[in-house]
């Protein structure tokens, strides 16, 4: 390994995420040097293209050009419902009747006629009252805590929460806390601390339904009551579990009989219902209203466009359906035939059976080495390394989906055991 290679091992994206300097432009620099020396070497797995559609085998480009085609366990299409014909004709059949442009907010003219089934449906599948549609995910997660809370209220936040959700925290909120992953105890004592201090303000609690760098979910029913009793409000984001879980498709939330028991739920369309979209639901219909008016993705961002309302109003009922369930009985045993597979090979495996499978590697440099070996192998992989996991956490994320075979699983626990395998012998020669 020459010089430059092993710089391209060393670094994270944190040692350039706080620039200083008058130069706006020209602080940027030192940033492309070191992402275009991993490019260059084969060792940065992000920014990725698909020449065909997400399927269970597909072709992706790499953003240094080079082309790669393999078994796919990188994309969160987990019922496999990207390519169904009944989804692509629901697509067609919006675009003849609507057009393929919302050209509008929804809180102006926006919506189409799909929009309020598309709403009602989903608030009953979540034996909830109400629901609100936001462009995606993230705008609901930074929706709904920007448009409800204010600068003298307490955001209380698991950790490991989204991206959507604290750089939601960071705009000037000063009572923000936040807990360590699914520590409960710890929750209530902040919680405990906050109410003896401060009777006038409200509180937020904000975890996820299914955390998709560990797989894994808290007690919900625990949480909840915890939130009751300290006059707290609960948020979900059940962004990877909703669909995709469940006897019915109601996430960890159904699993844990908690659906509709819960204060707030949020999430997104991107995993499972085969396109950009996400909500916000609950049973108070004043809140939905409010956040019409003032939470700003919904506002200010134009709606969904008919076509990904059709999308998703045809995947739920998918979802709600014998088939729904027979996908999701698939995933699972899929998720389960990884899960051992890598077990047997030795490897960490974190969490619950899930639609992620997050498979441990330690160092950062591990896994980038392996993942610049996995290309050649034929399987197609996310990894998550630091800060996005704990240093010496370093992993593959991989996501499984219905359509995917036996033989799938099988073919990627063992290239992925070789390529890790290799990685370390590599690293210490
Ligand atoms: C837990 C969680 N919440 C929210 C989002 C944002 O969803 P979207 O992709 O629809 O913007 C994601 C997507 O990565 C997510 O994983």
Redesign the pocket.
Same mark, same amino acid.
């Given at each position: 390994m020459d010089d430059k290679f092993n710089a391209s091992l060393q670094g994270s994206l944190l040692d350039y995420s706080h620039l200083t300097g008058a130069d706006l432009f020209g602080r940027t620099g030192d940033f492309l040097a070191w992402s275009d020396e991993r490019k260059r070497q084969a060792l940065w797995p992000f920014t990725r293209a698909h020449l065909s559609p997400p399927l269970t085998h597909c072709t992706i480009r790499e953003q240094n050009g080079e082309e790669y085609k393999g078994v796919n366990f990188a994309s969160q299409d987990y019922l496999s419902l990207a390519s169904h014909p009944r989804i692509k004709r629901a697509a067609i059949n919006a675009i003849e009747e609507f057009g393929v442009h919302s050209a509008g907010s929804a809180a102006l003219m926006g919506s189409t006629a799909l929009t309020q089934p598309l709403a009602r449906l989903l608030a009953e599948h979540l034996q909830m009252e109400h629901a609100i549609l936001y462009p995606? #995910?993230? %705008? %609901?997660?930074f929706g709904v805590v920007t448009g409800l809370m204010r600068k003298s209220d307490w955001i209380v936040m698991d950790s490991l %929460?989204?991206a959507?959700?604290q750089t939601a925290t960071r705009l000037g909120y000063k009572n923000v806390k936040l807990f360590p992953h699914n520590a409960l105890d710890a929750l209530g004592e902040i919680l405990h601390t906050i109410r003896a201090g401060d009777k006038e303000n409200a509180i937020l609690v904000v975890t996820?339904g299914l955390f /998709?760098m560990d797989s894994d979910a808290p007690d919900f029913a625990a949480m909840q009551a915890m939130c009751t009793r300290y006059q707290a409000t609960l948020l979900v984001?059940v962004?990877?579990d909703l669909g995709s879980m469940g006897p019915n498709g109601g996430g960890n939330l159904e699993l844990q009989g908690m659906l509709g028991k819960v204060d707030l739920v949020? #999430? /997104?369309? /991107?995993?499972t219902f085969a396109s950009? #979209? #996400?909500f916000v639901a609950c049973n108070s219909k004043s809140v939905i209203e409010y956040l019409r008016c003032f939470s700003s993705p919904y506002t200010f961002s134009n709606a969904l466009s008919p076509v990904q309302t059709a999308i998703i109003l045809e995947s739920l009922h998918l979802v709600r359906e014998q088939e729904g369930a027979e996908r999701r009985a698939k995933l699972i045993r899929n998720a389960n035939t990884l899960r051992s597979r890598l077990v047997e090979h030795g490897i960490e495996i974190l969490g619950h059976p899930s639609p992620i499978v997050p498979a441990v590697c330690s160092s950062d440099q591990v896994v980038r080495l392996a993942s610049r070996h996995l290309r050649h192998a034929g399987v197609l992989a996310n990894v998550a390394e630091f800060p996005a996991v704990p240093s010496g956490r370093a992993r593959f994320r991989l996501q499984v989906m219905s359509d995917h075979t036996e033989e799938d699983t099988v073919i990627a626990a063992n290239a992925i055991a070789a390529c890790i395998g290799r990685a370390r012998q590599e690293l210490a020669a």
């Open positions: 995606t #995910g993230w %705008a %609901a997660g %929460a989204h959507c959700l996820e /998709s984001d962004a990877h949020m #999430g /997104s369309f /991107s995993k950009n #979209g #996400g």
